[in-house]
């Protein structure tokens, strides 16, 4: 791959530790104005010094991320239903690649729905997506995305993210389960995986750990940190565990320690954790 491409994909991976930690808000593009994202930059603005990249749709970006904000950004790309939709497992792409250069990106993600009755429309708009982003050396993120009956079992999320590296993703996102080292192993390319629903913050360090130890390279985790009680405190954890490999209970020692009132914004020279 070009210099561009390499570059892109060192803004997405920390050289230094070979991890990630995307900050998913995206949401809004088929949940609507989720908890917590109201105003997305009044949320993420303390986040931002403590993640490596921000995943989020073209809209919210131009609208609500400020030019200057120092933080490279993974584009969504897909979408077009909402969860009022029957036919929420029908994404199609919804944004060019001429516009993801515009934005000046560094990668852009589009999600897959293997197993539904649109699988073969999205695995194909995945190929020509990544045909498009290989022009001009922006990686892909392929996502998982599961339907609500579908089990999130180690069978079909290694099935899922075999697809997707074949096709030719360059990072794939999807869920943890149990048995995640068959999924890592079977994949081409590095895995993350994103958070889900919120839950206990040690159980979500736990589990971010549990799949870093299985193989991931990182999380691309949003509701866990966003609506967390202390946002910044969590964030704060979470890179801990992925990038200084801290256990889930030191993980919880910093939330614990950060949590509170929202602390002044570090630059990336001063954090630690
Ligand atoms: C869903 O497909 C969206 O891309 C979310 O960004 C993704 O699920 C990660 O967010 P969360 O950790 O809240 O699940």
């Not at 994202?37 to 993640?51: F, G, I, N, S």
């Not at 995943?55 to 609500?64: K, Y």
Request: glycine residues 8%; charged residues 20%; aromatic residues 6%.
């Amino acid at each position: 791959m070009d210099w561009g491409f390499r570059n892109r994909m060192a803004q997405i991976v920390r050289p230094s530790t070979g991890r990630s930690l995307m900050l998913a808000v995206d949401h809004g593009y088929f949940m609507g104005p989720t908890h917590g994202l109201e105003k997305p930059w009044d949320t993420v603005k303390a986040l931002v010094p403590y993640a490596d990249c921000l995943a989020l749709t073209r809209g919210v970006l131009r609208h609500a991320i400020p030019p200057e904000a120092d933080i490279p950004i993974i584009l969504r790309v897909s979408g077009g239903t909402s969860i009022l939709s029957k036919e929420l497992l029908r994404e199609g792409i919804i944004t060019s690649m001429q516009d993801a250069l515009r934005l000046n990106v560094a990668g852009v993600a589009f999600s897959i729905l293997v197993g539904s009755p649109h699988e073969r429309d999205t695995l194909l708009n995945l190929a020509k997506v990544v045909d498009e982003a290989e022009e001009y050396g922006i990686p892909v993120l392929a996502i998982t995305a599961v339907g609500k009956d579908m089990v999130r079992d180690a069978r079909y999320l290694s099935l899922a993210c075999r697809i997707a590296g074949e096709l030719g993703a360059h990072l794939v996102k999807t869920y943890y389960c149990d048995g995640f080292e068959q999924v890592v192993e079977g994949c081409p390319v590095p895995i993350v995986i994103a958070g889900g629903k919120k839950i206990p913050e040690f159980d979500a360090l736990q589990m971010a750990h549990q799949a870093l130890r299985a193989g991931a390279i990182g999380v691309d985790m949003g509701r866990n940190i966003f609506q967390s009680e202390s946002p910044q405190a969590m964030i704060r954890a979470v890179r801990a565990v992925i990038h200084d490999r801290a256990s889930p209970e030191d993980g919880m020692e910093i939330y614990n320690r950060f949590k509170g009132p929202s602390l002044p914004l570090l630059k990336e020279t001063q954090v630690t954790a």
